[in-house]
């Protein structure tokens, strides 16, 4: 490489290649640096400086052209190739495979063998050896204290690995049989390959300027292109500048910060500010701001585990010290923290202010009345801000947005486009360019700072804060959208900035609240921006923005200045109240686009004088005539007033999936669902059957899926997180509880829903998951239309019993006077309403993300998980002027964390997080081989015990390919050269699985046999009928050394091993399942009788744990282990039969959904992760649009009919047909199925 960014090429002439020089110097001045300009080619001439030239290549297309022409690379490429060439022909010698073949090609060779030999044991269960022994000692080591002895342990315990297969020999007569006792395909269980595993890592850095943190030196970069594009990383995430960043906060991510298990709440965003400390006689001592720190945060109510977070983080800090508690007062303490609140120089605190609001008389004559309003505590947005871009999480923010893509092709042509954090959002990448364009202010014509955009992201709703009584808080909560969504959406990371007075119950404008006056300064910086001194050391002009507002649908209609229920009723769009069922059809989503809402100040500043200059009535004839038809309110909007008309309040009004979907459509259909089951048999016996197999609903990882402890039907005191673990495990719950063919209509319905909201809440986007969001959006959307019309024909529903209970109590409260009307108690006619806002606010989430990021990042779940905070805050109150307390105890916990510096202990995974699991080796608990063979020898776990944990031991000190005891060419002698020491495992309480999701973060699992005991696997079978993943119950956890004798073996020496025992779960015959069908995987254990029904698995094997949902409807069995009492019963050992079937969980998280779906970033172990587009989407939507395949008919809903009313009555424009399902992933197809399949195609298990 040359300087002037040049190449020498094969030719010797110098080849030009865009590139960016970066010149280090270690000192100079601008009189030492010339520049010249040759060719119109920029040349730097430096004299007498010491000199380091680094090549940055720009785009794809230099670093092709500098592999082609440079020899040097040429040269590495071929010793490369010839070096693995090498290492492959040496472990063929060494492992004696003859041929070098791929393993794909053994694999498909070996499918048509059976690998287990059948072992008969004798006396103790054992293989018979040559001695006459019944435990043949030649096997096992005797009990031996390898402390004592650490000649017999190996000096490092190397771990786990599993290597190459070889060719295996089965003899030429050998019969197969394909079905095993009750009829299951009988399973070649070749145990699955170990996954290749690759730690989270963010995408590579963009070449920026120094910071202060480094060493001071100067570059002088040059820039041939405009757009700046970053390498690839290894998941293939790349990233596209519009202009070079000043500073890329990714440069300095920790590893810690990409394990979701290892973050721990960071500090407020206000915690810590560059700006020396208070006084000493205001600062508490650090013991003192521990005590405090520990008071006021977690919980009001201090129980045990409190009691030991006070003895981890308090006590036994090493700041902490009794000589700080001499004289110790807690009143004064707390009034030191509010002193000293008092005398920031941020001027962020809380100040307290009245509002007053105009009442109309409704008199010409008499002039409005100013009714005051006491008690708005706030705190200055633009003192917020300040304090957020100076404290060390600034580190952390992005000032430069950027798109995000996925591919190794490296140019965005190419390329995937990927959705993830607000900073990579069309929205925040057009305001970013706006305001480098922005004018300046007039104070500073000349300003030369950097351009950067505050992205604010609001929250709001009004919140009880206790369980009994009308104690209420209505806060405001701030975060930055220029921090990452896993910080930001953090509850201890949001900015409170205002707590709302509650109105007296005699005046009850709200609407007029939440449009009082603004700050000017922030109006002022909207416009001009402010220059601030970021903890970088580097000014910018930063121009406040208001990306997104999170709240409900009551204010969001206080936002948008509309009238609730009204004849228009989406604050984004003009779509009439008797057309919002339509949502999901072509001229729906053309409507949104035409019609956008937006505010017209000229209607309402003419209906202002209709009121309060003429004295017109508000619900009168002039006002209404004005904003009736646009559902508009007389109201002046202040976002709008204030900062401009070009700003659209609309936009900024974002999606809500808790209360839309969760709390919104979802639970209406679930209602409606109940009400079905109410008509089809009166008296409740389907509902006792719904809610006893909810109550019988297995749990799944850390809270993921809770236990239904309450009758699900009854829905009392459920929140959005319930009704969403319903819908993950709804289709067991509901199947055949209905008859033909409503039980398939209500199943397909069920995992349409299902897939709808495990795509909108996906924390990371493609353009390819996007399209698959529309289109099951429009599939989604017309099964609900269908699924009301057939219901309001076939069932006459009416209200639930709590429905009607509750009507009765509201309708006698309202009850006036002793011969009032009678109250009915009859129940109401009841059916699935369509015609809300909930229900057609879903078309709106897919343009949502693109503009504005995943829902996540915006979800008003953020905002419902800080009132937690202020709930616990107010029970630390007097209960009297709660609000102006919760401020002052608020601004206490701020100051007390920036003072303590206590850190919160890192999860014992910590240690781990980089391995693939870990299991304790505590040998507390041994396992005596032999003892537990004679014991159990009835019991068919342990049937073949010992042999197969031969073979799985003996295979993987071979280093082996595939680990277990698929290895039918070993002999006893190979046996015979196991060692175990002591005769002895140690049973583990549980495995840790860490495992790198979807998004590229880091994850884990807990595998407990008592508790979360199913695992997931690669499939090692191929084929175009292959499985993609096998299914397996752990059983037993167990670690041992060992050490063997073979001669293939390469260290004699005594090596721990971990071991999982498994109980295999096999695919039920003749099920079809995937998205293409809408039917989750079904599995069942593997009958007793076949020699493959238990085995050994290595944990490196193990992809991550799974949730089994019984399949309740076609009920238990004895015939798979006729044993009543056996090991494989461990997780609930009360049981004495099994389900005959489960059903794969694969909405147990979107992370699972994705893994059977196939194609996510992060799993780059996944084959069909290469893939250019996700699998399956044109395929997906053949059910949806009235195409049936094969078998699989019977069992899906028809498409095909439409009842007589049916709105989708496939006439006029409305109609959606089938060219309109393909229309979005019609270059989105591929060969690759979602899912698998049995027989005819890649969708089920063999």
Known sequence: MSEGGKCKGKSDGWVRIPMVLEFQVSAWQPAEIEMQRKNNVPMFKLREMNLIVRPVFLSASALSLHRKTCPGYEKATADACRLRHQVAQARVSKYGLGKFNSRRSRLRNERSVIHHPVYELANANTTASDGDSGEPEALLLADTDLAANPDLMATDEPEPVLLNDTDTVTPANEVVDLRTATGRPRRKYRLPRQ??????????????????????????????????????????????????????????????????????????????????????????????????????????????????????????????SLEDLEGFNADREHRRL???????????????????????????????????????????????????????????????????????????????????????????????????????????????????????????????????????????????????????????????????????????????????????????????????????????????????????????????????????????????????????????????????????????????????????????????????????????????????IEFNISNMLVVDLLHEFELGVWKALFTHLIQVLYAQIPGGALINELDRRFRMMPTFGNNTIRRFATNSSEMKRMGARDFEDILQCAIPAFEKLLPEPHNCAVLVLLFKAAEWHAFAKLRMHTSATLAHLKSTTKSFCKLMRQFRDETSQSHHTVEIPREAQARTRRAESNATGVGGKSISSTRQRRQLNLSTYKFHALGDYVEAIKNFGCTDSYSTQVGELTHRTVKRLYGLTNKRSAEAQIARRYRCLENAQKLSSSKKDIPTVGEDFERHHHITHSRNRPFDIFTAVRTNQQDPAYKMF?????????????????????????????????????????????????????????????????????????????????????????????????????????????????????????????????????????????????????????????????????????????????????????????????????????????????????????????????????????????????????????????????????????????????????????????????????????????
């Not at 990233?239 to 290892?262: G, N, T």
């Not at 208070?278 to 977690?298: D, E, F, H, M």
């Not at 109309?360 to 002039?367: A, F, W």
Request: with cysteine; net charge negative; proline share 7%.
């Open 338 to 644: 509010a002193n000293a609140d008092s005398r920031s120089p941020l001027l962020d605190n809380f100040r307290e202010v009245s509002v007053c609001i105009s009442v109309p008389s409704g008199s010409r004559d008499i002039p409005p009345k100013a009714f005051p309003i006491q008690g708005l505590h706030y705190r200055p947005l633009m003192a917020v801000l300040h304090a957020a871009f100076i404290h060390p999480l600034a580190l952390k923010l992005h000032y430069s947005p950027y798109k995000l893509y996925c591919d190794k092709a490296g140019t965005s042509a190419e390329s995937e486009r990927v959705f993830c954090e607000a900073y990579d959002s069309d929205v925040f990448i057009a305001e970013h360019d706006k305001v480098q364009r922005a004018p300046l202010s007039p104070d500073e014509p000349t300003c030369k700072h950097e351009h950067t955009i505050a992205a604010l992201m609001f929250w709001s709703d009004a919140t009880h804060l206790a369980d009994f009584g009308t104690a209420k808080l209505w806060p405001v909560y701030l975060a930055l959208g220029n921090l990452s969504k896993y910080i930001r959406n953090q509850p201890s990371a949001m900015h409170h900035v205002a707590y709302l007075p509650s109105l007296s119950d005699s005046f009850q404008d709200i609407l007029a609240l939440f449009h009082t006056k603004w700050n000017e300064e922030l109006v002022h910086a909207y416009k001009f921006g402010t220059v601030i001194k970021c903890h970088d050391g580097v000014e910018r002009r930063v121009y406040p923005r208001i990306l997104t507002y999170g709240a409900d649908y009551p204010e969001k209609v206080l936002l948008a200045t509309m009238r609730d229920k009204g004849c228009c009723p989406c604050p984004r769009c003009l779509i009439p109240k008797t057309r919002v069922d339509q949502s999901g059809r072509g001229n729906d989503a053309q409507f949104r686009l035409s019609h956008p809402r937006r505010y017209m100040p000229q209607l309402v500043n003419r209906a202002r004088d209709f009121i309060y200059v003429m004295g017109y009535p508000i619900s009168g004839t002039a006002v209404d005539n004005l904003l009736k038809e646009t559902s508009l309110v007389p109201t002046v909007n202040s976002f709008s007033d204030r900062l401009g």
């Open 946 to 1246: 010992i042999p197969k944990l031969q073979d799985h031991i003996l295979g993987r000190l071979m280093e082996r390919q595939f680990t277990g005891d698929d290895h039918p060419d070993f002999t006893d002698t190979d046996r015979n050269t196991v060692r175990i020491a002591g005769n002895k495992l140690y049973i583990g309480h549980e495995c840790r699985v860490n495992y790198t999701t979807y998004d590229i973060r880091r994850q884990s699992d807990v595998v407990n046999p008592h508790s979360h005991p199913d695992v997931i696997t690669y499939s090692a079978e191929t084929g175009d009928n292959a499985a993609q993943y096998w299914y397996a119950r752990v059983i037993g956890i167990f670690h041992a050394m060992v050490s063997s004798s073979h001669v293939n073996v390469s260290n004699h020496s005594f090596q721990r091993i971990e071991i999982l025992w498994v109980r295999w779960y096999g695919a039920e015959p003749g099920y079809r399942h995937g998205f293409r069908q809408g039917r989750m995987p079904k599995v069942g254990f593997v009958t007793h009788t076949d020699e493959d029904a238990f085995g050994f698995l290595d944990p490196n094997c193990v992809i991550r744990g799974c949730h089994m949902i019984p399949a309740f409807a076609e009920g238990r069995t004895s015939e798979l282990l006729p044993l009543p009492k056996s090991a494989a019963r461990v997780l609930d050992q009360t049981e004495v039969d099994d389900w005959t079937n489960y059903y794969v969980g694969i909405f147990a998280d979107r992370d699972m959904m994705l893994r059977h779906f196939g194609g996510a970033i992060g799993h780059i172990d996944d084959p069909r992760r290469s893939k250019a587009t996700l699998p399956g989407l044109q395929s997906n939507l053949d059910h949806t649009a009235g195409r049936d395949t094969g078998e699989s008919q019977s069992h899906e809903i028809d498409q095909n009919h439409t009842p007589a009313n049916s709105s989708d009555d496939d006439s006029g424009g409305d109609s959606e047909t089938e060219q309109d399902l393909e229309t979005d992933s019609e270059n989105t197809e591929s060969e690759v199925g979602g899912s698998s399949e049995s027989e005819s195609d890649g969708y089920a298990s063999p």
């Open 195 to 320: 996954f290749e595993q690759l730690l989270p890592e963010p995408p590579i850095p963009a070449p920026v300027h120094s910071t202060p943190s480094e060493p001071p030196v100067t570059r002088v970069t040059l820039i041939v292109h405009n757009r700046l594009q970053t390498a690839a990383n290894l998941f293939g995430i790349w990233r596209e500048y519009l202009y070079k960043p000043s500073y890329d906060p990714d440069s300095f991510v920790d590893p810690a910060d990409l394990y979701s298990c290892l973050q721990t709440l960071p500090p407020s965003m206000t915690d810590h500010v560059c700006m020396p400390p208070s006084p000493s006689a205001a600062t508490p001592k650090p013991s003192v701001s521990l005590l405090l720190n520990w008071q006021l945060t977690v919980s009001d109510l201090k129980s045990n585990a409190e009691i030991t977070r006070l003895v981890k983080e308090v006590l036994l800090s090493s700041q902490f």
